[in-house]
């Protein structure tokens, strides 16, 4: 008979963070206390919460999980310290590779203004939701060319001086 090991139950206490609430940063880890530990599942929470402080400017946040095994309770309790860095605000946003009309659109569309707090996941919302038939309709022109689909690069080029993201989106061949 294999003796079967149990696996430890989880849970995580968070140190460091001022920005975020705990509530917020646990509900975004997604973890629930007494939950079978889970190394992916912790992987793709810690990406959450790193997405979490994307959203309010804080792009250099580090986080450091340390691991505290309770053998006797099958436990095991992640200590993460975040260190949450400092708050970037918007600079400028550069349409490169784009015909000259759908930058000036783009331009236009664009919500975040220079000096807004800096949303890390608003390039890519805004490139489906507000550049979404501009881009489908280059998509469309190039395949009836017989070119490959439009490749878009954002490129973040944070300012640690002065704290300001200057965003590149290009559209590449």
Request: charge should be positive; include cysteine; glycine fraction near 8%.
């Amino acid at each position: 008979a294999s003796m079967k090991r149990k696996m430890p139950s989880a849970s995580c206490q968070l140190s460091g963070n001022q920005v975020l609430a705990a509530k917020e940063l646990d509900d975004a880890l997604g973890m629930k206390a007494g939950e079978v530990a889970n190394g992916k599942k912790f992987d793709k929470g810690l990406n959450e919460v790193a997405k979490a402080y994307g959203k309010s400017g804080h792009i250099q946040t580090r986080m450091d999980p340390t691991p505290e095994f309770d053998d006797a309770a099958q436990k095991v309790t992640f200590k993460i310290s975040v260190n949450e860095g400092p708050q970037y605000h918007m600079g400028t946003v550069e349409f490169k590779g784009f015909p000259a009309d759908d930058a000036f659109i783009l331009n236009k569309r664009w919500g975040l203004r220079s000096g807004d707090v800096y949303d890390q996941t608003y390039a890519s919302r805004f490139l489906r939701d507000d550049a979404g038939e501009i881009l489908s309709r280059i998509a469309k022109a190039r395949q009836s060319a017989g070119k490959p689909l439009p490749n878009i690069g954002t490129l973040e080029r944070p300012n640690r001086q002065t704290l300001i993201v200057n965003l590149m989106i290009e559209l590449k061949d």
